[in-house]
C-alpha cells in the first residue's frame, strides 16, 4: 500500500524534514519518492527507527560519493531539487557519528555555504530583478484596468512571500552555520 503526503520544507528546513521523514518510518511509512514542490510517497512497512539524512548536492554526485556512503551503510532513497536523500537503521548506528552523513562540522558549514549560493542567492536575485521592479511598476503605473489590478495583487502577494523566505531562510541558515562553526 502506498501513500502520498504534501509537506513543504523550505531550503533552511532540511534537519525538521529528517525528523518528519523518521517519524513516518517509526509510524510504518518509508519513503520511495519524492516529487516537486513539496510530494511525498511513502509505502507501507514494518514500524522501525529509521534515520534519515539529507544532502544538498545540485550537481551530480559521483560514483565514488555513492559508493562510499552505502559503505557506511547508507542507503540512497532519491533526489529532489538538489537534495538528496539516504536512511539508515538506527540500530545500525552504535555511535552518534554513524547517525551521521559528515563527518565534521566544516562539511556541515560547507553544505549550508552551498545552499546559501546555489538556492538563497538566487531567490535574492530574482526578487531583486523581477518582483520589486514589477511590484513598484504596477504599484505607481498610471494604469487602473483589470489586469493592472491582477498583478498588483499578485506582485503583491510575490513580495511578501519573497521577504518572508528570504529573511526566515537567511536567519535559519545563519543559525545553523553558528550552530556548526563553534
Known amino acids: 500500500m502506498r501513500k502520498t503526503l504534501v509537506h513543504f520544507f523550505t531550503i533552511a528546513d532540511y534537519e525538521e524534514e529528517e525528523l518528519w521523514l523518521r517519524k513516518q518510518h517509526r509510524n510504518g511509512w518509508k519513503l520511495v519518492k519524492m516529487t516537486p514542490p513539496c510530494f511525498f510517497t511513502f509505502e507501507?512497512?514494518?514500524?522501525?527507527?529509521?534515520?534519515?539524512?539529507?544532502?544538498?548536492?545540485?550537481?551530480?554526485?559521483?560514483?565514488?560519493?555513492?559508493?562510499?556512503?552505502?559503505?557506511?551503510?547508507?542507503?540512497?532513497?532519491?533526489?529532489?531539487?538538489?537534495?538528496?536523500?539516504?536512511?539508515?537503521?538506527?540500530?545500525?548506528a552504535e555511535t552518534d557519528e554513524d547517525g551521521e552523513?559528515?563527518?565534521?562540522?566544516?562539511?556541515?558549514?560547507?553544505m549550508v555555504s552551498h545552499i546559501v549560493k546555489t538556492k538563497l542567492m538566487p531567490l535574492c536575485v530574482i526578487?531583486?530583478?523581477?518582483?520589486?521592479?514589477?511590484?513598484?511598476?504596477?504599484?505607481?503605473?498610471?494604469?487602473y484596468g483589470g489586469a493592472e489590478l491582477f498583478f498588483g495583487i499578485l506582485f503583491g502577494a510575490l513580495f511578501v512571500i519573497y521577504v518572508y523566505m528570504i529573511v526566515y531562510c537567511g536567519l535559519k541558515l545563519r543559525r545553523i552555520r553558528k550552530k556548526y562553526e563553534q
Request: hydrophobic residues 35%.
Open 44 to 92: 507501507e512497512c514494518e514500524p522501525e527507527d529509521v534515520i534519515y539524512r539529507l544532502d544538498y548536492k545540485n550537481s551530480e554526485q559521483t560514483e565514488e560519493y555513492m559508493q562510499m556512503l552505502n559503505d557506511f551503510g547508507w542507503e540512497y532513497c532519491g533526489k529532489c531539487f538538489g537534495w538528496l536523500y539516504f536512511r539508515k537503521p538506527a540500530s545500525a
Open 127 to 143: 526578487f531583486f530583478c523581477c518582483v520589486i521592479p514589477n511590484f513598484v511598476r504596477v504599484l505607481f503605473g498610471d494604469y
Open 101 to 110: 552523513l559528515f563527518s565534521d562540522n566544516a562539511s556541515r558549514v560547507e
